[in-house]
Nanobody
Framework: QVQLVESGGGLVQPRGSLRLSCAAS????????AGWYRQAPGKQRELVAT???????NYADSAKGRFTISRDSAKNTVYLQMNSLKPEDTAVYYCNENWGLRSYWGQGTQVTVSS
């Protein structure tokens, strides 16, 4: 089975930056689409950014201009570069990859933006 492992979360000050990664293991080639989601305590999980196998990206309004989603096919890894972080970005971030008939989730990585 496909397994997604996320890393890169942690504590960062406002206006700081973090780069999240989502590495996929297993006998796979590429996904149809991948996305980063986040969920804050007491809030619903929300979509942050998506990317297709062709590199087409889309962003939530809250992420536009600050976040960049990308992928490295050779490393089977999807990234989320987060700049100009705000306290409201604090959440558990999850990677999701869609493989047509199935989708897979990472375990989540905590991002805390606080001074």
């Amino acid at each position: 089975q496909v397994q997604l492992v996320e890393s890169g979360g942690g504590l960062v000050q406002p206006r700081g930056s973090l780069r999240l990664s989502c590495a996929a293991s297993g006998s796979i080639f590429n996904f149809f689409a991948a996305g980063w989601y986040r969920q804050a305590p007491g809030k619903q999980r929300e979509l942050v950014a998506t990317i297709t196998r062709d590199g087409i990206t889309n962003y939530a309004d809250s992420a536009k201009g600050r976040f960049t989603i990308s992928r490295d096919s050779a490393k089977n890894t999807v990234y989320l570069q987060m700049n100009s972080l705000k306290p409201e970005d604090t959440a558990v971030y999850y990677c999701n990859e869609n493989w047509g008939l199935r989708s897979y989730w990472g375990q989540g990585t905590q991002v805390t933006v606080s001074s």
